[in-house]
């Protein structure tokens, strides 16, 4: 599974390189195109961890005045089934 983010960044919140130094210290890598980084997961994960992934991120980017978008992709144990 992958985890994109996209960062929306604000001229009164924190320079980009000290929130992407916050992201890589999680385990984001750096990308371009569509997306500002990827977090490769290194196990399948669940909807859960996808959470607890994004809980880390808002806590870890408190106050710099940026605002994200989280987008994971892959196999999930937590599919739901029609």
């Known amino acids: 599974m992958l985890t ?3 960062v929306i960044f604000s001229s009164e919140g924190a320079k980009p390189s000290k929130v992407f130094d916050a992201l890589n210290n999680m385990g984001f890598q750096p990308t371009t195109g569509n ?3 990827v977090y490769t997961w290194d196990k399948e994960a669940t909807l859960e961890d996808a959470i607890l992934l994004a809980d ?4 870890s980017l408190k106050g710099m005045g940026v605002l994200v978008k989280l987008e994971t992709v ?7 089934e029609d």
Do not use: C, E, Q, W
């Open 56 to 59: 880390k991120v808002v806590m």
């Open 35 to 37: 997306y500002d980084a």
């Open 74 to 80: 892959g196999n999930s144990d937590a599919r739901h």
């Open 4 to 6: 994109y983010i996209t």
